[in-house]
């Protein structure tokens, strides 16, 4: 099941702070601060822009603004001096799971006043559940480490939400390795219908089995979008002098001059985010990368255009 059309998204008139993630950051617990962004902005929407989408025609409705005009049956308007759009059989039946890794390295945040990569993939997975389940079709979630962790069943009710974020405001009580490429074929084995997968992660993992187990996804018919949430420290290695450097999921340290090694450094991780950005569109699955100090509502209109860009081209 793909996503092939998006609508044209209007925000409200809100003030920019609402999304800055360091606003967000100081709003707690999760649930005000996902509808502090949720109704500051995804609101605004004229419609939820996640569809499914069939070649089956099913039936006529009304046009309203932001659907794609190409869908517009110009022989009813010619008739009825109304406009209609084509309505496809399951363009009303989009059914996904959001996956978050709450792996440790998840838990990093280069500033204190900065969202962490957890708490960044937390609000970008509730703005989608909100989306999904208010256009009543059915969303799920999941929290995963080396193993599925908690598993919410997909639901179109609104109340959905609400158990999305009891769920994700629980302490974190198991251990949290990494080991993705195990809990993705967990989930495959869970899953017996075409499902939207939306993978939240750092993706800090051995990149082979992790690339073999989203190929098992996509070859079981589901459409697959990679969200790769970094710090922005982790990229550009801003550090200027000697320093203790922790690792991020277990006791190995290393005291290093950065300046010797920032460079290999950059070129080390710029190889991996490559490397993994080409294996996921080989094997035809969306792959969309995201720094925690961008704007939230940027992110996700980017998000939302990057996915109707794509749709368009398949």
Known sequence: MSIR???TLTPVKNSPKYFDPETLAQIRPLSL???TLIEGWLAGMHRSPLRGQSLEFSQHR???PGDDM?????????RSDKHYVRQYEDETTLTAMVLIDRSLSMDYRSQPQRL???DYANLIACSLVYLITSQQDSVGLATVSSQVDDWLRPSSLPAQLDTVFALLDQPIQQPRTSGLALALHQCAQRLNKPHLIVVLSDWLDDIEPTLQ???????AGHDLLVMHLLDPWEVSFPFDQTCEFLGLEGNDSLVADPLLIAGAYRQAMADLCRQFQ??????????????TDQSLSVSLSNLLAHRLLRGNRK
């Not at 190409?70 to 010619?78: E, L, P, Y």
């Open 62 to 64: 009304e046009y309203v």
């Open 33 to 35: 601060r996902a509808r």
């Open 278 to 291: 080409m294996g996921c569109l080989s094997i035809n699955c969306d792959y969309y990368r995201l720094l």
């Open 116 to 118: 962490s990569k957890l």
């Open 213 to 219: 187990a989203l190929k098992l996804l996509h070859c």
């Open 70 to 78: 190409r869908q517009v049956d110009w022989k009813v308007f010619a």
């Open 5 to 7: 059309h998006l609508q």
